[in-house]
């Protein structure tokens, strides 16, 4: 049994923003944490905590304009049958600018936007608008 922490992760905030949950818990991977950090930064979630050290849960603040969530879909490009890697060159803009892409680089996780202005590219994980 194979399972996808990122796509849960993902599928977990499109559908709690959809359904105007103000948070939600997702489990304690370094992976998660690193990917909540840039949707943090580039303003799809309001903020996230782990409880204490023990925890094995995250707290996830999720973020509404006009009542709407900010986070309106999300789509897995790299899956475990699938690997995708870009070139910095080859990092196109998501739904015109409203969106971003999220890689894994050697440089850690970064949203589209940075891996572009650091020139690294990477897997190509999700993209979110």
């Keep these: 049994?194979?399972?996808?922490?990122?796509?849960?992760?993902?599928?977990?905030?499109?559908?709690?923003?959809?359904?105007?949950?103000?948070y939600l818990n997702v489990p304690v991977t370094k992976m998660n944490t690193a990917i909540l950090n840039v949707l943090k930064e580039n303003n799809f979630i309001t903020d996230f905590s782990q409880k204490d050290k023990d925890s094995k849960t995250i707290k996830v603040v999720l973020k509404y304009e006009d009542g709407n969530g900010v986070i309106t879909d999300v789509k897995r490009i790299s899956k475990n049958s699938r690997r995708v890697y870009k070139t910095s060159k080859e990092i196109k803009s998501v739904k015109r600018g409203y969106g971003m892409s999220v890689l894994s680089t050697p440089n850690g996780v970064l949203s589209s936007i940075s891996a572009r202005e650091q020139k690294v590219g990477g897997e190509l994980l999700f993209e979110i608008w």
Excluded: W
Aim: charge should be neutral; proline fraction near 0%; glycine fraction near 4%.
């Design 1 to 22: 049994m194979v399972v996808d922490n990122i796509s849960n992760l993902i599928i977990s905030l499109k559908n709690a923003s959809t359904a105007g949950k103000d």
